[in-house]
Each structure stands twice: as C-alpha cells, then as structure tokens.
C-alpha cells in the first residue's frame, strides 16, 4: 500500500492528513488563502483577524465583531487582505456590521464606567488592606460583566473584594491577575534606552529571553543593566540575538592568534557591532591594537590546545609582507618646464625631430576658388 501511495499521484490534493503519499511541501502549495480584516479593540492593543463577510470596510472604521465572550467594539486597522490558512486561529469569527451612532454612544459610557470603577476599586482595596495592586478595568460592550486585572506576589482572597463590587456596580465582576510583563504592556512607558516600551509598540506576544543572549551580545551580567522597567530581562534581547548570531560567525573566537599589520598578537576583546577586534601584541605584551576584521589574518581560531602543533616564528602573511617606500612628507616635487609660446626651442630632455623633417618644405594649403584676383570676382547679371 505504501508502494502505491508513493507511484501514484495522491487523489485528495494534499488536503488529507491520513493519506500516506501527501508530502508536506504539497499540502502547503495546495493551502487556499483566507480574505479578513484586521481589527483592533485598544488604541495600541494587538489586530485581530475577522472575515469581513460581504461588508464593504475600510480603515479606520468602527466595526462591531463577534468574540468568545460577546459582541465587541473594534476599528479596522487593516482592510480586506489574503492570509494563508495556517496562519488563522481558528474557528474565524465575523464583522457582524458597521458601528452605529447607538453603538459609539455605548462605548463612551463603558469607557467612564471603567475610570468611575478603577477608582471604586482603588479604595476598597486600601480599605480592605489586601496586598495586591491594581492595574486596569475593562468593561464589556454590552455592560453585563466588568474586568478588573492586578498583580500580586502571593495568592491574595479577594472574595469580600468581588461582594462589594457587585453590589456597588450590580454587574457581573471578575478579577485576573496578571504577571508583570503584561503589566507592563497594558501601562506602557519609556524604556533605559529613551523609546516606548517594546511590548506596548510593537511586540504581540512574550517570548522566552535567558541570560544566554546577554552573554552572546557582550553584555554586562548586571540584572540592573539587562532587565526592563518590569524586573524581567529586555525583549530586545530576543529579536536582537539572530543579528548577533550571525555576526559572530564573521569574527574570530576570543584567545585566538591573529597577525596585523603592527605584527602577530592574541586578540582579547572583540567588536560584533563595528566588526573590529583588540589585539595584545606578541613581541610587546603591553601595546595594544585595534583593528577591523577584514585587516587582520587568523592564524589560530580560538584558544591554544596541547595537541595544537606550534606555530612559526616566522608566519606572518600581512605584518611580514613587503611594504612599498613611503614617500617621505618633506620630498621636493619635481621640477616642471612647459615650452614658450613664443619660442620654438624644444625643452630640455625632449627627444630632438629628424633631419628629414627639418630640411623637408612646407607644403601649401589648397585654397577654395580660382587662382587670380578675377576668379574671385562675382560675374555681371547674376
């Protein structure tokens, strides 16, 4: 049977995951894409993908979509688009219309009750003496339930806290707690290097960082100097590590022995970003050199092993080759002569003109017209 799959063609077309002669390169060629609009529910928050159905949206319109918990008020970020299949979460949710002035109306009032609640909530949590901290509200469209997300480093009973809620708001509550990486998305801020937080501008999902990166950038192992404004290590460190990675296959490994052009040395720290390297010279351990990369030639990557055979004394393909004379900077410039206008003596040193040339005549220029003054002359009548 599988000797069959293999010679024949498969009959599904790459859609069936039973089938044994499906290769996965055939059943990615085969995916069919998926037109949907890109909607996002807060100012800075995450798109979201809706099949737009047969609604006509542009950008920038307010819709109102389908969501596991509800109806919900969105903008259009992006209009119509193709995205593959696999890249949709499914099951796709729909653009249920276009928002109404009914509808901008609603989710004014929810947004007052979210600031009116965010303070209600402050107060009693001051009252109550409950060893969490508050980070934001969130109300939902239809105003049957009101979210309140927190932080806290132990596991805090906040059932007294939910009672008195319910009975200031007469709404569904429901309290999250957060950790401090989405704390720091939903508040947003200036980060050590002077721009907005990465998570809040651009990042959609957290991804894992260890110290091994900042290790592979150069960088200080000081949890001060390497971790953000929320306590974990820096984003950055993640979408910046495949830069460094290949940047480290250019240059040569710490301890290794190079040959510049001030002569042979081991190199002690190195550049990723400028490409350059520090050089400890061989003959005088005290001179240090800093050199590019594409200057220096590697002699042995890395630091010396015992089964390494040693290395001549005499090898130094760039320190060692020859160099041409410099021109010294106090050199008098030559002397320039140029023939007189006037004169017709040949300057000195220039090669003298044959004798033939000298005796020969100088031929006469043709001259357009007759010979003679009548030639010339215009005829009478014309």
Known sequence: MEELNKAQPCPCEGACEACGGCAPEEKKTNAVPVTVVSVRFREDGKDYSFSPDKLQINVGDAVIVDTARGEDFGVCSAGKHDVPESEIVQPLRKVLRLATDKDRRRREEN??????????????????????????????????????????????????????????FHMRIELRQIGVRDKAKMVGGLGICGRPFCCKAFLDDFQPVSIKMAKTQNLSLNPTKISGTCGRLMCCLK???????????????????????????????????????????????????????????????????KTDEPIPADFAPISGAPKKAAVPKDAPMPELRFRSKKSDAPMEGAPSEPEEKKNEKPRRRRHRGHRGGEGNKPKEGV
């Open 111 to 168: 947004i007052a009750l979210e600031k009116e609640a965010f303070g209600v909530c402050q107060k009693k949590i001051e009252e109550m003496k409950l060893d969490m901290q508050l980070v934001s509200t969130e109300c939902v469209f239809d105003g049957s339930k009101l979210l309140f997300f927190f932080t806290a480093d132990e596991r805090v009973d906040f059932r007294e806290l939910v009672k008195s809620l319910a009975s200031s």
């Open 239 to 305: 979408y910046e590590q495949d830069a460094y990675e290949d940047l480290i296959k250019t240059v040569p490994k710490p301890d290794s022995f190079v040959d510049t052009p001030s002569g042979r040395g081991t190199v002690t720290d190195i550049n990723l970003l400028r490409q350059s390297v520090r050089v400890q010279l061989e003959k005088s351990p005290d001179t240090f050199v800093t050199c590019k990369v594409a200057d220096i030639y590697v002699i042995r990557n890395g630091k010396a092993k």
